[in-house]
């Protein structure tokens, strides 16, 4: 057997953590490492000390017949990225990497297209890390640059594009 790359190393780390997730939806693992060391952990799941929809037994999201990836606002979950951010320094995170995985519920498959919402996009950029490794399959990854989300910024709409006068 061999040695498997950091990236494959990291990104099992990230799978384990996902198991504590408590979302109904889908499950996901965030990692931060800097310098070689892990910095945080976080996963998925509601604010600490309130229920969670595992314990609810349902998701409100899914009751309103809300697709995925819309309308964040109304989860009852703090995103495993944000955890991750919220339970490190700046300082820990400026030039770090975020490792993320993620699993749906209902068919224990690995998310191949899992992306940070623009939230957690916000927040990656804001904490200063400088890549996200995001598993796709059980031994393939990609690797985005985060300073690319912040040239390329989707969160500014050009009026032109939007039918709105100007």
């Known amino acids: 057997m061999g040695r498997i790359d950091k990236e494959s190393y990291y990104l099992d780390i990230a799978e384990t ?9 889908s499950h996901s693992g965030a990692l931060i490492v800097r310098n070689d060391e892990i910095v945080s952990t976080g996963y998925n ?3 600490r000390g ?3 929809c595992i314990d609810l037994g349902y998701c409100i999201r899914e009751r309103l017949g809300i697709p995925a990836g819309e309308r964040y606002e109304l989860c009852r979950s703090v995103h495993a990225e944000m955890n991750a951010i ?4 700046r300082s820990e995170c400026i ?3 975020i490792y993320l ?3 749906d519920v209902a068919t224990g498959e690995l998310i191949p297209d899992l992306l940070p919402c623009p939230m ?6 804001n904490a200063g890390l400088s890549k996200i490794v995001i598993r796709r399959t059980p031994s393939t990854y990609d690797i985005l640059n985060v300073q690319d ?3 390329h910024d989707d969160s500014v709409i050009d009026p032109s594009e939007s039918g709105e006068q100007a």
């Open 86 to 89: 919220i339970s490190a320094a």
């Open 50 to 52: 309130r229920s969670n």
């Open 149 to 151: 989300w912040v040239f």
């Open 95 to 97: 030039g770090g990497t």
């Open 17 to 25: 953590v996902l198991e504590r997730s408590t979302c109904s939806r």
């Open 120 to 125: 957690c996009r916000r927040m990656i950029i």
């Open 45 to 47: 799941g509601a604010p």
């Open 101 to 103: 995985a993620g699993r």
